[in-house]
């Protein structure tokens, strides 16, 4: 008895609250949705998608080509995000964001807001340039896609070129084969006309 005693009149300790996690600003939401978006749109070839389309190629030189199209992907990639981050910074999206969250956070704070109109033109305002920030986007994304189909082509040509380049080296191997084989010939010939 005397233990329960005890027990109940030793203070009681505050439940143990964990902080809230800090909320994940819009901006911070932006940058990582276009990572996520432009990902798909530089995606790594495997070293098998190269064997099979440079069949012909030693596997050195398909080693080569490979860290080559990740040196230009990884570049490309790296063009991309610096593109997006000046024209973020270009058209300071960071401090709009900041300022819509910061709106946000106010409202939800001030339970006795009524003034809408204010809140209507920051939404009407901040609707606007996000609808030109999009439009910047896909034009960066544009001029992404378009920069691919130029590698794209340039790989092409360089396969092309790597054919017509072996089917002269067959052609001249052929040709001096042929060589070859005639000129015993024609030594015995000139033989027979001393």
Do not use: C, Q, R, S
């Given at each position: 008895m005397q233990e329960e005693a005890k027990l109940s009149l030793s203070p009681?300790?505050?439940?143990?609250t964990l902080p809230a996690p800090a909320p994940v600003s819009t901006q911070s939401k932006l940058k990582k949705s276009f990572k996520r978006a432009v990902l798909p749109l530089l995606n790594s070839v495997s070293k098998e998608d190269l064997r099979m389309a440079f069949p012909s190629c030693t596997d050195e030189e398909q080693r080569r080509l490979h860290q080559l199209f990740l040196k230009v992907i990884t570049s490309l990639h790296?063009?991309?995000?610096?593109?997006f981050e000046s024209l973020c910074d270009e058209m300071q999206v960071g401090s709009a964001l900041d300022t819509f969250d910061r709106l946000l956070e106010e409202q939800s704070l001030d339970p006795l807001m009524t003034d809408k109109t204010n809140v209507l033109d920051t939404v009407r305002t901040l609707s606007m340039a996000r609808d030109r920030e999009v439009q910047s986007l896909t034009r960066c994304l544009e001029k992404a896609e378009e920069h691919k189909k130029q590698l794209q082509t340039r790989i092409e040509l360089l396969k092309k070129r790597q054919q017509?380049?072996?089917?002269?080296?067959n052609s001249i191997e052929k040709l001096t084969g042929t060589v070859n084989c005639k000129a015993p010939e024609a030594s015995i010939i000139e033989g027979d006309g001393r």
């Open positions: 009681k300790k505050p439940p143990v790296g063009n991309i995000e610096d593109t017509d380049f072996l089917a002269a080296a």
